[in-house]
């Protein structure tokens, strides 16, 4: 669950990440992400994306350097929490305290981060930028998320977008390139 500094809870986590990162940006840009056991096992052992190898994300934040920790409950938690500069006692109603368990409650300081924008350079077929008129930009290509409105009805997946229109632009600057 996503806490504000206050110890509040304001988000919908069943969202997924992008919304929840614009509700943390929406909500002072900082946050506190608890979460149980049961999830924490869960996640460590699928990978984020299907056919993807395993990463515990936990293990990654915390080995470098992220603030990320683990206690046996949350009165156990308190202190790190305190140094975090979260205010206690947390917000928790009964389905928030029932969802972290009996078990260790792990944490992270969290604040949201951007992984492309939906706006972009605009290209032409081949990834060519081209300016307010729709003139070629000598030697500036742009492919994937960095497209202009590729992604205007949501997000769709972006490896194969950039495997595709990163070759096409590729071959595009290869092409003048030779010339």
Not at 40 to 68: H, I, K, M, Y
Request: net charge negative.
């Amino acid at each position: 669950m996503l806490l504000d500094p206050a110890g509040r809870r304001f988000a919908d986590e069943t969202r997924r990440d992008h919304n929840n990162a614009m509700a943390l940006a929406a909500h002072g840009g900082r946050g506190l992400l608890l979460w149980s056991e049961e999830v924490q096992r869960g996640a460590a052992q699928a990978p984020f994306v299907p056919g993807s190898p395993r990463l515990d994300r936990w293990a990654f934040t915390r080995d470098r350097g992220g603030r990320a920790t683990v206690a046996d409950d949350l009165a156990a938690l308190a202190p790190v929490l305190d140094r975090w500069g979260y205010r206690l006692p947390l917000e928790l109603d009964d389905e928030a305290r029932a969802r972290l368990g009996a078990g260790p409650v792990y944490a992270a300081d969290v604040v949201p981060a951007i992984t492309f924008t939906f706006g972009g350079v605009v290209v032409d077929d081949d990834g060519v930028a081209v300016d307010e008129a729709g003139r070629a930009i000598p030697g500036l290509y742009a492919a994937g998320a960095d497209m202009s409105d590729v992604y205007h009805q949501g997000y769709g997946g972006g490896l194969c977008l950039a495997v595709v229109s990163g070759r096409r632009a590729g071959v595009a600057a290869a092409r003048e390139d030779s010339k």
